[in-house]
């Protein structure tokens, strides 16, 4: 078993009387596709922010690669190795699909943030850029501005930033809302090509259940900021706690 790359210990925080996260432990290994699960307003998107620094947390630990970070902005905490799609990631709508990658690739080397004077001299970004669109499937947009794309291809763009930072830790907050039936399952893909790395940890806030019994290895349940369950996909989905949670049933005994 590896050890993990991702710990919350007893991570919590409180919005005034309301405990959004409650004393949330857990862990995540490398090689494993964990989804978040749990009713409107159970706290997920919270636990999420707390973990990429969106939000402080009131008591608890984070750590990544047995580095504590709970006290680290985002950006500190991108550059250690966490990335999160569709919030973290800011796309230039004036450039193009190529020149976005490229400076992340660029960032994330620290050679320098200049938009409009990058020397193309530096081929090897170019080229990493190239193999992370080709990666995604975008190759035949590369030179397409960003603010033409689909929603769906941005969104596969976005996926392609997050790829191009090369982290450990890859999440994503319900990839596919606003996605169209067609658009939906390339993102579902690439998900499942990351997740095909043994190196990597995948987190997944997402309420289809179909796509849940796709994708995860394991299963975590929130209710009121608390952690209820914890297991196998088969074992979780059938437990009480997940059939009263989407069934609409009282959760009170748990």
Known sequence: MPSPSLVTRD????????????????AFTPGELTAIVGPNGAG?????????????????RVELMGRDITRLPVAA???????????L?????????????????????????????????????????????ERVR???????????????????????????LKPRVFMF???????????????LDLIAMIKSDPEATVLLVEHKMDVIRSLADRIIVLHNGALVAD?????????????????GKELSDV
Request: hydrophobic share 45%.
């Open 138 to 164: 975008l190759t035949h947009l590369a030179d397409q501005t960003v603010s033409a794309l689909s929603h769906g291809d941005q969104r596969k763009l976005e996926v392609a930033a997050m790829i191009a």
């Open 89 to 133: 990631t800011n796309l230039f709508p004036r450039l193009t699909v190529l020149e976005n990658v490229r400076l992340v690739v660029q960032a994330r080397e620290r050679r320098g943030f200049n938009l409009w004077t990058m020397a193309m001299g530096h081929r090897d970004l170019i080229a990493e850029a190239q193999a992370v669109l």
């Open 77 to 87: 905490r991108t550059e250690a190795g966490l990335g999160r799609a569709f919030q």
């Open 173 to 187: 907050d319900e990839p596919t809302a606003g996605m169209s039936v067609e658009e939906a399952p390339v993102i």
């Open 44 to 60: 997920k998107t919270t636990y999420f922010n707390l973990i990429s620094g969106q939000i402080r947390a009131t008591s608890g």
């Open 11 to 26: 991570l919590t925080v409180r919005f005034g009387g309301h405990v959004a996260v409650d004393q949330v432990s857990c």
């Open 231 to 247: 297991g196998k996909p088969a074992e979780v989905m059938a437990s009480d706690v997940v059939q009263e949670a989407y069934l």
